[in-house]
């Protein structure tokens, strides 16, 4: 053995040898190099993908977050519109006192613009006698209490309003109260007509009663009594006014409950009546 291992013939054998397991090795190698080669590559392409994915996700959301915001953007200009169109004072204010919003009708009764509202104490805008005649019901509904009152307020182009005043607390979602919103309805018209309809009544009330001919006034549905003068509770035979209305039968004063009837309908057809016994 240690002659052969020693011979020519053993030596090439191991030339072979070698060679072939250097080979081996070497296929192997390749092998190895080539699969770390697509695997880099397989992590290559899936790190791309996933930040591609990313990217593509990230831009989605940003889409969409724009335009959520310009869709809140156009509410809010909707909503300053038609704030702005209201024929009432609408503002809101903080609990230290200061003008957080207010519409254009109350720069128009304040004879003021934004830069002198925005940031500004209510008395500072209003003036001195408007806030002393509101400044109660104010730090009332700072302290969480809703306000509602009726008053006369002289605005800086001297024009005296009869408004109603309404100011609720404006809460978080603890609870606390952050600010207060105002509104402010102009009644000067509504109280005015108010005034010029009782004056009417009283009018007519004032013809009525002392009129110097009988008058009645009859439900056509119900066919009852429901007014008469002193001249026609004198002339059915009753002591009063309120006698009649109290007393009064069809019965005792027509000839017959159908003649009654009959002038009802006529009436009911916007039929003038007249020269009717009693």
Known sequence: LAGFL????????WMVVSNRVLALGA??????????????A??????????RASEIKAEKERLERSNLESQLAQNARDLQLIIDLLPVQVSRFDTKEHYVFVNRTSMDWLKTDPDNIQGKTIREVTGDEIYEK???????SIAGEPQNIEV??????NTVR?????????RNTDGDVTGVIGLVIDLTDARKAEVSLAESRNRYKAIFDSANVAIIRTDLKTATVIDANTR????LGYRDRADLLENYSAEKHWH???DRQKWLDRAKGNVEVLDEEL
């Open 152 to 157: 006369d307020l002289t605005y800086p182009d």
């Open 134 to 140: 509101v400044k109660d019901r104010i730090k009332r």
């Open 256 to 258: 017959s409950l159908q």
């Open 6 to 13: 020693l011979s020519a013939n053993a030596g090439a054998l």
């Open 42 to 51: 397989n992590r290559l392409v899936q790190l791309e993908q996933s930040t």
């Open 27 to 40: 296929i192997w190698a390749c092998a190895i190099v080539i699969l770390i080669r697509k695997d880099s």
């Open 162 to 170: 009869k408004v109603n005043i309404r100011y609720m607390p404006d």
């Open 232 to 235: 026609e509770a004198d002339l």
